[in-house]
């Protein structure tokens, strides 16, 4: 009994945290924050210098006395981050930058080549391909007869180009490049009296292979989806579009974890001024950490207090595809299997990539259906409540009545007895997700319908309100864009209350008060309701599909360079000899 009553005084009075065995020193320079300091290059040098006078260390290396101006030298381009032409340097330097021995995964392989010096080469355990360095490296280099036609010139463009036999070989000087390829799987040869280091492409980390989309599956159509590994991504890309003009452009997104992002568009068809005003946002982030295309994405949209998503996300190649040839920017970024585009318009969020692929009846009639349906995930629970609670003389007697009578032995107001159906709605459907695999399907079936069915037999709710809750539910499922139908659910709640307060003038209020946000949105300058407000050349794509062969321009928001899309007559069998109803060839 005393240690409950001590247990629950402790939750009411503080008591001060026992001293810990250390102090952080507020007023220390370097701080807690700061980032280990780059090696004293001067201090290695002097330390392997004294090493060569006293003769120690002899049986590795064989090495000439520096003078005190080299060390100067050295240490000065070392400073401004250029590799030095000292072997040791640059070991001992990528020790202390990789904090050797302390990081046991990072492996340094040192080497003699054949009678042409010494060298070793840099890796990180776990991200090469280790028969590419045992079988197409660390051989060659060993081997003497590959230097005997070596007499002068660049030592490491010999290497590249008669010693080494793999297909991705570069070179490079600068230190910080070179860190930043290792840590990214290419494995780095360092070569005494050489200031420049060979990069080999070693790539071979594991990675998930192509899988079936999970988010936008559809019928009819490619079942490849885009993956975690960038370079995977960009192969997908480029077996869609195998055009010269289509531009892959490499930049870096995060200070830290220094993650990758692949620019794409094609040239002659983007507009310029969209593309760079692209670059000027991603090349301006300053963050340490960037872990996918969502987090990207919150950095360069233009409203970041917006419901409405600003960036289309897509793991579907083909449909990446479509995107570029509108006249859109691709980015990809490593870590996710979804590419954003930029620009994009409340009309491409309701489309499908299935669309293109069945006929223009088909793909119409889908459009609309998606349309009917995040036109009723909004607004039915709100005009629902608005109906029977101001405006029951909308309401035909019969149903009125039905609904009077069902609602007899619940205890709840309708505002109440809503929101905590769509509140369970919306737990059962966040369960459904995050429980794994075929549990999470039966969780969502099963739980809806107990739920429910005990609900209304409790008398908590009502049968009616059980329907316009499921018909909400559903309606919001045939939304293909997964932000779309996040800000869908979420203003479902705001109209709902405004519905609660004042009826049809509240729903007309929230109407109004949508359209003028939407209105006002931009995505990378294009106006989020275009080519409805403001009104442009609408084309044949937006909500009613035209048939593919009318289809000759492309999106006018895009403003791409090119605005054909194909030629004035598609169909140019119909102008042939044959004619409309050829029959010959029955």
């Known amino acids: 009994m005393g240690m409950i009553i001590k247990g629950v005084k402790n939750l009411f009075i503080y008591k001060e945290p026992d001293k810990q065995p250390f ?10 924050n700061q980032q280990t300091p780059i090696p004293d290059i001067e201090e290695i040098s002097n330390q392997y210098n004294k090493d060569n006078k006293s003769g120690g260390d002899q049986k590795k290396y064989k090495r000439t006395p520096v003078k005190v101006g080299e060390i100067k030298t050295t240490a000065d381009s070392q400073e ?17 930058r990789f904090n050797l021995p302390l990081n046991q995964d ?63 070989v570069t070179k490079s000087n600068n230190l910080d490049d070179i860190t930043v390829d290792v840590l990214r799987g290419m494995t780095a040869l360092f070569v005494d009296g050489e200031k420049e280091c060979i990069l080999i492409g070693s790539i071979g980390f594991e990675k998930r292979s192509i899988d079936k989309p999970l988010t936008e599956s559809i019928i009819q159509g490619s079942q490849e989806a885009f993956t975690e590994d960038l370079k ?13 003009n289509f531009i892959i452009e490499m930049t870096q997104v995060s200070k830290t974890n220094r993650a990758s992002c692949a620019i794409a568009y094609l040239k002659g068809i983007a507009n310029p001024r969209l593309l760079d005003e692209v670059k000027r946002r991603v090349n301006s982030i300053d963050t340490d950490l960037i872990l996918g295309g969502g987090m990207l994405e919150q950095l360069i949209e233009d409203s970041t207090f917006m419901l409405f998503p600003q960036i ?57 259906i998606r ?59 966040e369960g459904g997700i995050r429980v794994p695999g075929v549990i999470g399907n039966t969780l969502g079936i099963v739980g809806a319908l107990i739920l429910g069915q005990a609900a209304v ?5 009502s049968p009616a309100l059980i329907i316009i809750v499921a018909v909400t539910g559903i309606s ?27 009826g049809f003038y509240g729903v007309s209020l929230a109407i109004i008060g949508l359209a003028l946000v939407a209105t006002n949105m931009k995505s990378f300058g294009v106006p989020f309701l275009s080519p409805i407000a403001p009104k442009a050349v609408t084309g044949h794509d937006v909500i009613i599909r035209y048939p593919t062969w009318e289809q000759e321009k492309r999106p006018d928001a895009t403003n791409a360079l090119n605005q054909s899309r194909q030629g004035p007559q598609a169909r140019g069998w119909k102008k042939s000899k044959g004619g409309d109803n050829n029959d010959k060839g029955r």
């Open 23 to 32: 102090e952080l020193l507020e007023k220390d320079e370097e701080g807690v």
């Open 371 to 429: 349309l009917i349906g995040v036109l009723t995930a909004l607004f039915l629970p709100g005009l629902y409540i608005a109906l029977t609670q101001y405006h029951h003389e909308m309401i035909p007697t019969q149903l009125l009545l039905s609904i009077v009578k069902s609602r007899l032995s619940v205890p709840f107001p309708v505002f109440i007895e809503i929101l905590m159906l769509e509140i369970s709605f919306e737990l059962i459907r």
């Open 476 to 502: 919001s499922f045939v939304i293909p864009t997964y932000s779309l139908s996040l800000s869908i659910r979420i203003l479902r709640f705001i109209v709902l209350i405004f519905g609660a307060v004042a």
């Open 80 to 96: 401004k981050g250029v590799l030095s032409d000292q072997l040791l340097v640059n070991l001992e330097y990528m020790k202390q």
């Open 232 to 244: 995977t991504n960009l192969s997908l890309l480029r077996r869609s579009v195998k055009n010269e």
């Open 457 to 461: 037999a409790a008398g908590f709710v």
């Open 106 to 168: 990072v492996v340094i392989r040192e080497f003699n080549m054949g009678n042409s010096g010494n060298a070793f080469l840099m890796f990180i355990d776990g991200m090469i391909d280790n028969s590419i360095i045992n079988q197409f490296v660390i051989p060659q280099l060993s081997d003497t007869k590959n230097f005997t036609n070596y007499k002068d010139g660049n030592f490491v463009d010999y290497i590249i180009r008669n010693v080494i036999s793999v297909n991705q």
């Open 312 to 368: 289309m996300q897509t793991e579907r190649p083909d449909r990446a595809a479509s995107f570029l040839l509108e006249g859109k920017v691709l980015l990809i970024t490593e870590g996710t299997p979804f590419v954003m585009a930029v620009p994009i318009t409340l009309f491409h969020l309701l489309h499908s990539s299935e669309d293109s692929l069945l006929r223009w009846e088909y793909g119409t009639f889908l459009r609309l």
